[in-house]
């Protein structure tokens, strides 16, 4: 019998990439965490967040049909690609459909590969206290290849490498996994990730104080015709350079907020959204906010190029 539901083990955050026999390296994609369970042919999907989304992914629909074996737990990430490159703001998309009916209609316009990197339960049997690289072998054996929406992670023996590559290209970063590694629940030392920052063009929809200064920016990117909240960023600037800032701020200020949906807070301020902004950052959030976000620069673009289908 499978488990209702597992708690999926998550890496810890490392400064640097390295080398090590004793861990196999992978592309990390900026796509979305999912759990599948497959039993007596039918399947059963689960997010991060141990929240269940059958149906949401009707190209999945096929996955018992391609597996040789019953009883099977796969762990991998959805993806959806725009120009060659994984998109976090598309694949969150198709999450966040709102029901299956809405998701088979997205899935004609924005399609989603499923990326398996891990088999916890091969017929109804734990692997969980089994070695990666064990668990990765019977991976390898259980799927049926065929040219549908479903691919298996793959290794790589150098991580300088592989950071330099995904680097290059502008991908999130790496994984490195202890070959030894059991399958434990929550963060472990035993699977790190490397994270490439990354740059977005913002603009500014407002400001939050603390007294009279200026603590953050918030910041958003037109999404069609709605300028959607991505989070506050409070680095990256100097103090003169903050105060110089707050007083355009000030000429900008506005009664309505500029945001799709408005963001709460108490501090909270509305600008006119003309200020665009270069932004570094680590990865997104499941709630489309970006992560450790640091202010770079001002930018000479137009608001309208501040979109999140440009993301880089």
């Not at 088979?104 to 734990?126: C, K, M, N, S, T």
């Amino acid at each position: 019998m499978l488990p209702e539901s597992i708690v999926p083990m998550e890496p810890t955050l490392v400064r640097a990439p390295f080398d090590d026999p004793a861990f196999v390296f992978q592309v990390k994609w900026d796509g979305v965490r999912l759990l599948s369970f497959s039993e007596a042919g039918t399947l059963r999907l689960e997010n991060r967040r141990r929240r269940r989304r059958d149906g949401f992914y009707p190209e999945l629909e096929t996955l018992p049909g391609r597996l040789k074996h019953s009883g099977l737990v796969l762990d991998g990430e959805v993806v959806a690609f725009k120009g060659g490159k994984p998109s976090f703001p598309l694949v969150l998309r198709r999450e966040q459909a709102g029901s299956p009916a809405r998701a088979r209609e997205l899935a004609r316009r924005v399609p989603i590969v499923y990326l398996v990197f891990d088999l916890l339960y091969l017929e109804g049997e734990p692997l969980l206290h089994r070695p990666l690289s064990e668990r990765q072998e019977r991976l390898q054996e259980v799927l049926r290849p065929a040219p549908e929406a479903v691919e298996i992670v793959e290794n790589f023996s150098s991580g300088t490498a592989l950071f330099r590559a995904v680097e290059a290209q502008g991908l999130e970063g790496i994984v490195a996994k202890r070959r030894a590694s059991l399958y434990v629940p929550g963060k472990s030392r035993d699977w790190l990730k490397v994270e490439v920052r990354r740059r977005m063009l913002c603009l500014v929809g407002g400001y939050s104080t603390e007294g009279k200064r200026l603590k953050s920016l918030l910041l958003g990117a037109w999404q069609g015709p709605d300028l959607i909240y991505l989070g506050r960023v409070g680095t990256g600037l100097s103090a003169r350079e903050w105060e110089e800032l707050a007083a355009v701020l000030r000429d900008l200020t506005t009664a309505v907020c500029p945001f799709h949906r408005a963001p709460r807070g108490r501090s909270f301020r509305w600008v006119e959204p003309v200020l665009p902004v270069w932004v570094e950052y680590s990865e997104w959030t499941e709630d489309l906010h970006l992560r450790a976000p640091s202010l770079v620069g001002f930018a000479r673009a137009a608001p309208a190029e501040c979109r999140l289908d440009a993301e880089s």
